[in-house]
C-alpha cells in the first residue's frame, strides 16, 4: 500500500538572499519536508531569486551565507536547480556556455545550480506540487 500523505515538491525562490526571507524560508520548509520523508523534486530561481545562485556573494562571516547553504543541501539530497536564463543574464549570473555565447571574462554560478530556461519550470508544473517563496515586496 502507498502512503499517500508522501508529496513531491517544486520549490520557486523569487527573493534574493539579504533582502528577503525568501530563500531562508524556502530552506527550512526544504529541510523540513526532506526530514518528514517528502521529496523535492527542483528548485527554481526566477527575478531576483537568481542571486542565490551566485558563486560571488560573500557576506560577513557572522551571518548564514545562504547560497553555500542552499549548495550543500542540494547537493546532499541531489535535488536539481535550476536559474532563469532570462532573470540570470539580466542580473549578471553567467554560466560557462553564457560567458561563452557573449564573450565575457568570466561565470560565477555556483554548483550545483544551472541556468536554463522556463522549459524546465513547464515541466515541473506539471508533476508536482508547487510552493513559491516572494520576496513580499
Known sequence: MTDISLQTYTLVITGA???????????????????AGHQIDRVFLYGDGV??????????????????????????????AVACVASALRRGLIDSGEQQRYELSAHNIRAPFEITGLGEWVEAGTCSKVIYFHSGA
Open 17 to 35: 538572499p539579504y533582502s528577503s526571507q525568501a530563500p531562508q524560508t524556502a530552506l527550512d520548509f526544504a529541510r523540513a519536508a526532506v526530514a
Open 51 to 80: 542571486h542565490l545562485a551566485s558563486a560571488l556573494i560573500c557576506p560577513p562571516s557572522d551571518e548564514p551565507h545562504w547560497p553555500r547553504l542552499w549548495s550543500e543541501f542540494l547537493a546532499e539530497h541531489r535535488i536539481p
